[in-house]
């Protein structure tokens, strides 16, 4: 991986990119057999510990390429779920980012003090990415399983197809392309709305004005309180949502790993993109 995204932006540092990760860059996706057999467990129930969430919570989730990756695994791969949709969502990953947006949120808003002068610090990792740490153990000679004795050459095969994930970021592309950070775009060049930053770029500015604080941490609070309602729409008994909801995961993961991904794969010409369901003026109505 590179620290430096097609086009623009800055590269990444050893010190930042120590703990952060370097932004997933325009491009394909590629995930190793080895990446998709420790997801495919995380997946399964490593989130539900509450020593994980702590891990996580200071790690600020995943570093960008396996935050794409975590989504990626389980929107290819879950294939029965509960909910209208039924399977190929991203169930697990709402409910760990949707506790992500408020940790930084509330850090955000946090008036500077004595013992807190820099609150925008919460922006930043004091942990390394849990995948990283074990993609990163030394090699052990002989079969390694995955999660139920499953086949993982052939679940990564299928994850590396993206076809559910690019159907989601395809689907939603009308709300979600004014939406991104403007240093991770391309076409925009960081000329942009400095509140929608992703959270590296926003780093990268810090110390941030209160006022900017308080904007980035209201859309935040903003995108939680849609991927709430998508994650119940995941349930037994949620109400189905919307493409306002649909797109919430999107903005989440943009916001936390940068926009990379979805912007590859939303390739087809802008003028036919969709605006699912006639809603890109409805986003926070």
């Given at each position: 991986m590179t620290g430096q995204r097609n086009g623009a932006g800055a590269a990444g540092t050893p010190q930042r990119d120590r703990l952060t990760g370097p932004l997933v860059p325009l491009g394909p996706l590629e995930l190793s057999v080895e990446e998709v057999r420790l997801l495919w467990s995380f997946v399964h129930g490593d989130i539900m510990d509450a020593g994980m969430r702590r891990l996580l919570r200071s790690s600020l989730g995943l570093c960008p390429r396996h935050t794409w990756a975590y989504a990626?695994?389980?929107?290819?791969?879950?294939?029965?779920?509960?909910?209208?949709?039924?399977?190929?969502?991203?169930?697990?990953?709402?409910?760990?980012?949707?506790?992500?947006?408020?940790?930084?949120?509330?850090?955000?808003?946090?008036?500077?003090?004595?013992?807190?002068?820099?609150?925008?610090?919460?922006?930043?990792?004091?942990?390394?990415?849990?995948?990283?740490?074990?993609?990163?153990?030394?090699?052990?000679?002989?079969?390694?399983?995955?999660?139920?004795?499953?086949?993982?050459?052939?679940?990564?095969?299928?994850?590396?197809?993206?076809?559910?994930?690019t159907t989601w970021c395809l689907e939603t592309v009308g709300l979600w392309r004014d939406r991104v950070c403007p240093d991770c775009d391309p076409g925009v060049h960081g000329a942009g709305d400095p509140s929608l930053r992703c959270r590296f770029h926003l780093s990268q500015h810090r110390p941030l004005p209160e006022d900017l604080r308080q904007r980035v941490a209201s859309r935040l609070r903003e995108i939680r309180a849609r991927m709430r309602h998508l994650t119940n729409s995941m349930t037994d008994y949620g109400a189905s949502v919307g493409a306002a909801e649909d797109t919430s995961w999107i903005e989440a993961m943009g916001f936390f790993a940068g926009w990379g991904l979805p912007l590859y794969l939303a390739t087809t010409v802008e003028s036919s993109w969709p605006e699912p369901e006639g809603r890109a003026s409805g986003i926070g109505d």
């Open positions: 990626v695994v389980e929107v290819e791969l879950w294939q029965v779920g509960a909910g209208s949709r039924g399977g190929h969502q991203p169930f697990d990953v709402t409910i760990l980012y949707e506790d992500l947006l408020e940790h930084v949120a509330d850090g955000l808003d946090r008036k500077r003090s004595l013992l807190r002068p820099h609150p925008d610090d919460v922006l930043v990792p004091v942990g390394p990415c849990r995948i990283c740490l074990d993609t990163g153990l030394p090699h052990v000679p002989g079969l390694r399983m995955g999660y139920a004795n499953s086949n993982t050459e052939a679940l990564t095969a299928e994850a590396n197809t993206l076809i559910h994930t």
